[in-house]
Structure formats: C-alpha cells, structure tokens
C-alpha cells in the first residue's frame, strides 16, 4: 500500500488451526473491537503476506500479518529508570527475579514509564540486546501487573531462543498459589478450555470450551488449605495464556480472591452478617490486587543444560490475609 504505515506485525504459529482473521486478530489486540478490524478489513488495511484481505479469510501457520495505516505509528523512546528489582539468581546467560505486584513487566498504552524492561534496560545496559530500542528485550514470559512472583529473563539472543522455545513447548514448570472464592469437592481437578478475549468486554480473557476460538488452555489445581468461604489452591500451567488462570477459576465459579476484573472483588461466599462484611472489606484493603502469586519456576538453563528450579515465599499481603481468614475460620488442611 502506497503511503501507509504499519502498526502492527503478528507472524502466525506453526500449529495454528484455520480460523477467521477478524476473530484471530480480537484475540490478539486488547483495544480494539471485531466491528473496527471489519472496517479495517474493508478498508485494505489488514495485509498478508503482503497482500490485503477481507475480514472471513482463514489464517494459515506462518502468516505474516500485517496492520497498516495513513499515518505513522506513535514513536516513542522506552529509557532505562533506575528501578530496584528483587534479583533471586544472575549469571552471564538470564536472571529471574520476583516481581512485586504493581509493577508492569513492559511499554504499553498507560504505561511509558516505570515498567520491568524500564529496570532491565537499566540493570543490564552494557548488554548488546539491551541497547536496542525493543519493547521486550528478553522477555520469554510475564506476568500480569497485580500477580506477584518469578519471572526469568533472557540476557543474550542464545538464550532468549531456547528459553523461548522451552515456554513453547510446554517444558517449563511454573506454579502457582492463588486465594480463590468458594471451597472444591474434588481435592485435585483439571479445567480444559480455549481462552480468547472476551468480545464483550476487551480488557478480559474469556473461557470458549466449544469451538476454534481462543487458544487451548489446561490449568491442574489442587487445594492447599480451606478458610470455610474461600481456599487456597496451588495452580500448574501447562499452557499460558494470558490472564489463564484468573479465567479459569472463573469459569469453575471460584474467581480469585479481590479479581477486579473477573469478579473476585465482591462478596461471593459467607453469611450476611454485618461484621463478615466488615472483615472481607479489611481483608480487600490489606490484599488490593489479585491473590495471585507464581510461586515456582522451573526450566533448562540454555547455556549448561541443568535443570533449575526456584521458589519463592508468600508476599506479605498474601501471607496477612491468609493470617487473618485463619483466625477468622480456623483453616484446615
């Protein structure tokens, strides 16, 4: 296309079954709706493999897909920011650290400032993949803002790709502990699903148990410790996805503990009394985010081929509110 400019590049999986290209593109953009990729759709402006195409055409592995505009993206320079990072482990190949709950892992819309690249680009800046203007320098995974816990960062091409793939082929270990609403009548159980962006509400991940929707999901869960109204679980990715767990747990009926977005912040479980409501307010005040923490993380160092594993303990809010349900119900195993 004459004078346009691209804003957005998606490369297709390998594994990708067919699926509508506005359908796969609402999965992929989080702002914006199925009816303004239709217009784009009409408007030429959806390329593949360089060649426009309308909104009903099935996407095929390895795609290359391309969003072009009149006018030029907005340009932006992402700066290093000397920001502390909880640093659990560094050698010359990655670095895991444990994120703190608030903090952005990279640039988006709402968030130029401030965000984990900001701190890497910072910690890690006489290194070559490091210096370029790139809004993911080693990222292989993240985690949602309000979710706490361990994160591994590539620090040199090398790595970056085979942790990469790693991620991919579902060979990592990653679990987590989340407070989620309600108690289970299995001790251990699997929710199976596609997850894909809720057409309704952008901003969230839906679960899509029938057809080509989403992308395939498994989360296993087992019980940890039940507080009578609520419960703690320990989750295993064996995908991820975004916002997976949050919207699985849903799905089952148990969002997670003061989830904004999937309906965890209101009193789903317990009496009516006056002071029940009192204490679950103090406990959303103590906890104002997600009870969501990824507590292990393993995978194959790149470089050695050891296999390395790491934990992590409870935040402080997490492990204050888990104290307070506690006195309050006297928990059990």
């Not at 509508?20 to 593949?48: C, Y």
Request: charged letters at 25%; aromatic letters at 10%; hydrophobic letters at 35%.
């Amino acid at each position: 296309m004459e004078n346009s400019y691209e804003h957005h590049k998606f490369v297709v999986d390998s594994g990708q079954s067919p699926i509508r290209i506005d359908l796969f593109l609402l999965d992929k953009l989080s702002d914006i709706s199925r009816t303004l990729i239709q217009k784009a759709a009409k408007a030429n402006s959806i390329v593949v493999n360089n060649k426009p195409v309308k909104a009903n055409y099935k996407v095929r592995p390895n795609d290359v897909i391309a969003i072009m505009m009149t006018y030029p993206k907005p340009d932006y320079t992402i700066e290093p920011e000397n920001i502390p990072l909880n640093i659990v482990y560094e050698d010359d190949d990655l670095i895991v650290i444990n994120k703190e709950a608030g903090m952005v892992v990279h640039p988006a819309i709402g968030n130029r400032s401030g965000t984990l690249v900001h701190a890497l680009l910072y910690h890690l800046k006489d290194l070559p993949l490091f210096q370029e203007d790139n809004e993911r320098p080693g990222l292989v995974h993240r985690l949602d803002k309000d979710t706490s816990g361990l994160l591994v960062i590539a620090k040199n091409e090398f790595a970056k790709a085979h942790l990469a793939k790693q991620f991919f082929d579902r060979k990592t270990h990653r679990r987590y502990n989340a407070l989620v609403w309600g108690s289970f009548d299995e001790r251990e159980g699997t929710v199976e699903g596609n997850i894909g962006r809720s057409i309704r509400d952008r901003k969230v991940m839906q679960v899509f148990p029938d057809g080509d929707y989403g992308k395939h999901a498994v989360t296993h869960y087992k019980v940890l410790k039940e507080f009578t109204y609520i419960t703690m679980i320990e989750c295993r990715l064996e995908t991820g996805r975004t916002h997976q767990i949050r919207a699985h747990m849903k799905y089952l009926g148990h969002p997670i503990f003061n989830d904004k977005e999937y309906g965890g912040d209101i009193i789903l479980k317990g009496t009516t009394f006056t002071k029940y409501k009192q204490f679950v307010q103090n406990c959303f005040k103590e906890l104002p985010r997600q009870a969501l923490h990824a507590k292990t993380l393993g995978f194959t160092h790149p470089k050695t081929g050891e296999k390395m594993i790491f934990n992590s303990e409870l935040p402080e809010d997490m492990q204050t509110v888990v104290g307070k349900w506690e006195k309050y119900t006297g928990g059990r195993d």
